[in-house]
């Protein structure tokens, strides 16, 4: 079974991460969208409603699961069987954050990471942009999906 993780701390999942997800599903068995937990991170959504923005935007998807970890991702790939960890990049900037991460996630663990460039109409989102205009009273409704709203 092809299994991919796709890791990340969703606060909260946008329209991007969905392009990524949609666009990976022909290519793995089954891909865990898995929630990173950093106790020393301020995150502006719970744990709790993270977790059910992202089931309940892929309700209708059965190759796709949702949990969190804690620790390294490799660590949680090897514990759940997962052979690749999949990555979005946006620009190029994403790519040389990349890049380096998973050069040493397959010379520790021998997990590949496998990058899908982001379609160009949510290229401009990020959990980061959301969260500055919620934050001011902006209308995050093309940036998110449903679930988030």
């Known amino acids: 079974m092809r299994r991919a993780v796709f890791p990340g701390s969703f606060d909260p999942i946008t329209l991007g991460h969905v392009d990524i997800i949609e666009r990976a599903l022909p290519l793995f068995d ?8 950093n106790a020393d991170k301020k995150y502006m959504y719970s744990l709790e409603a993270r977790k059910r923005f992202i089931e309940e935007t892929f309700a209708d998807t059965p190759t796709v699961k949702v ?15 997962a052979q690749f960890i999949l ?8 790519l040389n954050y990349e890049q380096s ?10 997990i ?19 969260r500055d ?9 093309t940036l ?6």
Do not use: M, W
């Not at 990555?87 to 994403?94: E, K, M, S, V």
């Not at 991460?101 to 021998?110: D, L, P, R, S």
């Open 133 to 141: 205009v919620k934050r001011n009273n902006g209308d995050i409704r």
């Open 30 to 37: 089954e891909i865990i969208i898995a929630i990173g937990i």
């Open 101 to 110: 991460i998973a050069q040493t996630n397959v010379a520790i663990a021998g």
């Open 87 to 94: 990555r979005g990049l946006r620009n190029t900037t994403d």
């Open 112 to 130: 590949e990471s496998v990058f899908l460039v982001s379609s160009p109409s949510v290229s401009n989102i990020s959990s980061s942009i959301v």
């Open 144 to 149: 998110v999906p449903e679930a988030v709203i």
């Open 67 to 81: 949990k969190t970890y804690t620790g390294l991702t490799v660590h949680f790939c090897k514990k759940e069987g």
